[in-house]
């Protein structure tokens, strides 16, 4: 449907039975889960689907091996199971990945390695690989790249990775196959829960704006999901009648996670590292992801709430420094591609506001405001699926919605999924056709398939993403129906204005050219010369 059908259909006089609130990953799980149990559902996304924490993660599925070691054993079966799901379900989008752990110390084999042979126990018929004890040479082969020097050998181990803007992006079709209405830049500027006594009985009004065409519309619903992410304690004020002025509830304490981008010659082999105790305590990971190395990441705390968060200039000098402590060619500022951001939505502790945010569980919560708002947040990508049931066994348990049999959402597998037996296309080679599963010949079909941009997109694709995924502007595109700001940001500057001519083509609308090209300075560190505009 076009998006003047989608907003069309969203303003008849109807109730949905759900409304979602955020189109990351946890509003898209429960979207898809509900609309597959039979639920009339709306989902409705500010920005672009995936546009904040949800495209900017470290593109691991994995059960947490720091959280073992903190003992959250729970946290770290639950996801295991569920990085088994994500990976039948979209294997064109997420495959298993070895992970090598470098020894510099002799005891750090066996010491990490009884560690890392409890984490296949839990995986049990989950588990991806075995753990394997690798000698100097072996480490080496496996992690080219990385200093020989006083190197004791090592510990591979086996999680997964993904392209989570592009698992987004098929949860939202998914979603709309299912049945439900979902529009991304439709914006909730106002919520009035039944408590507040708007409205019919029973029911939660929501009015939406619509940020590109500029359309308003009230919708009803009988019950409210807010899944925005760090930003949920806004829209739970609204559900707690919280009057202008008063001290707003908090509920999530936001962390930063920066993530760098270097070319794939640094360490060219298809293994990650991970490096778990840094010089200062933290943990390093270098990742292949789509032809490009990716170092990060980070853990601090911020206060304030942006779209577009900047590293600090600590958070950077510790990725280069830990980097170049472990790799053969040193890491310079010069030589990043692009660096990217992600806040992570880590629940509040009540009592201790000044905890440190490794200390802050990465566990979600549920909770019920104003008689039918349900606020979730915390929780990790590789989760997802699971918090949306646990959303609607507490919808069913609040008797928000009728219960209905259990979800499917495990065993469903997401537009675009290959046959289980159809071999994938790593998620760390370069990007290309093999992305779309098998939308790839409905790519080939649209005009100008054989034209390349650059970095493996085409006109093609992006004749296809206006037309098929829901894509605005040059930044839906160039960001997340294709990654190429995430990997080089002077490079996705250079394909901007060819792709911002064919999104005028195909819909007639602003494509945000100009704000695209400022966004792509804000991907690049702080000392390089800005791109042409």
Not at 37 to 59: I, P
């Amino acid at each position: 449907m076009s998006r003047a059908t989608h907003f069309q259909a969203l303003s008849q006089d109807q109730t949905f039975d759900l409304v979602v609130v955020g189109g990351g990953a946890t509003g898209l799980g429960v979207a898809l889960d509900a609309a597959l149990r039979g639920f009339s559902v709306a989902l409705l996304e500010s920005h672009d689907f995936g546009g904040g924490t949800s495209s900017r993660a470290t593109k691991l599925l994995h059960g947490g091996v720091r959280y073992l070691a903190q003992g959250n054993i729970a946290l770290v079966r639950e996801a295991l199971a569920e990085r088994s799901n994500v990976l039948r379900i979209a294997p064109h989008l997420a495959q298993p990945l070895p992970f090598v752990m470098p020894s510099y110390k002799w005891w750090q084999t066996p010491f990490y390695g009884v560690g890392l042979k409890l984490y296949d126990l839990m995986a049990g018929r989950a588990g991806l690989g075995r753990t394997e004890f690798l000698n100097a040479s072996e480490t080496l082969v496996a992690l080219p790249g990385l200093k020989a020097n006083g190197l004791q050998g090592g510990v591979k181990y086996w999680d997964g990775q993904f392209d989570d803007a592009r698992l987004a992006l098929a949860l939202a079709r998914t979603a709309e196959e299912a049945g439900a209405i979902v529009l991304n830049y439709a914006e909730v500027t106002a919520l009035h829960p039944p408590s507040t006594g708007t409205g019919q009985k029973g029911l939660a009004q929501l009015e939406v704006s619509d940020r590109i065409g500029k359309n308003r519309c009230t919708i009803k619903a009988r019950c409210v999901v807010n899944a925005t992410g760090v930003w949920v304690d806004a829209l739970r004020n609204q559900a707690l009648g919280a009057a202008p002025g008063a001290t707003p509830s908090h509920m999530v304490s936001p962390s930063q996670g920066v993530h760098v981008v270097v070319d794939r010659d640094f360490m060219p082999g298809h293994h990650a590292l991970l490096v778990p105790k840094t010089r200062d305590g933290r943990v390093l990971f270098a990742v292949p992801w789509m032809g490009k190395l990716i170092l990060g990441t980070t853990d601090t705390p911020r206060k304030d709430l942006p779209r577009e968060p900047l590293a600090f200039a600590e958070e950077l000098a510790f990725i280069l420094d830990e980097a170049s402590q472990v790799l053969t060619r040193p890491v310079r500022t010069e030589d990043i591609r692009s660096v990217w951001v992600g806040l992570r939505p880590l629940v509040a502790p009540p009592d201790n506001a000044n905890a440190g945010t490794k200390s802050i569980s990465r566990e979600h919560t549920i909770v019920v405001d104003g008689g039918n708002v349900v606020t979730v947040t915390g929780g990790k990508w590789t989760t997802y699926r699971a918090m949306a049931e646990d959303v609607l066994d507490r919808c069913f348990d609040e008797g928000l919605l009728p219960r209905r049999p259990g979800s499917i959402t495990g065993r469903h597998r997401l537009l675009g999924a290959p046959p289980s037996e159809t071999p994938s296309t790593p998620v760390y080679a370069e990007p290309g056709l093999h992305l779309y599963g098998t939308q790839g010949h409905d790519v080939l079909s649209c005009p100008g398939a054989e034209r390349e941009l650059g970095m493996g997109l085409t006109e093609g694709m992006v004749r296809y993403a206006v037309r098929h995924e829901y894509a605005e502007t040059v930044e839906d595109v160039l960001a997340r129906r294709w990654r190429s700001l995430f990997l080089d940001a002077r490079q996705a500057a250079s394909m901007a204005p060819a792709v911002a001519a064919l999104l005028t083509e195909e819909h007639g609308r602003d494509p945000a050219l100009a704000a695209f090209l400022s966004l792509c300075d804000h991907y690049l560190p702080p000392s390089s010369k800005p791109c042409e505009k």
